[in-house]
Nanobody, 120 residues
Framework: QVQLVESGGGLVQAGGSLRLSCVAS????????MGWYRQAPGQERESVAI???????NLLDSVRGRFSISRDSAKNTVYLQMNSLKPEDTAVYYC??????????????WGQGTLVTVSS
């Protein structure tokens, strides 16, 4: 069964740090693109950070310089290091993957989400 499982969310004070992890399972799964989206209450889901298998990254302007994304492609794992967190970073963070396995392509794979709450 192909799935993405996130971990690392929680409650942190403004200025603090958190590291999110996401592991994709599936014996033949390949995800050339992985990343993180977030959705705050009453708002639309937005892309926070994307990384390709070659290491090319794209970050949301409001998190650039504070967040970084990395991956271990051999383990189908992606990380989001979040520093200098602000209350406006509070949201449910979702892991995202785009790729394929031996049987089918996956245009969009989503994790179940992990809540990040930043207190002021």
């Amino acid at each position: 069964q192909v799935q993405l499982v996130e971990s690392g969310g929680g409650l942190v004070q403004a200025g603090g740090s958190l590291r999110l992890s996401c592991v994709a399972s599936g014996s033949t799964l390949s995800l050339p693109v992985m990343g993180w989206y977030r959705q705050a209450p009453g708002q639309e889901r937005e892309s926070v950070a994307i990384i390709s298998s070659g290491g090319t990254t794209n970050l949301l302007d409001s998190v650039r310089g504070r967040f970084s994304i990395s991956r271990d492609s051999a383990k189908n794992t992606v990380y989001l290091q979040m520093n200098s967190l602000k209350p406006e970073d509070t949201a449910v963070y979702y892991c995202y993957g785009h790729g394929y396995d031996a049987e089918r392509p996956y245009r969009e794979l989503w994790g179940q989400g992990t809540l990040v709450t930043v207190s002021s």
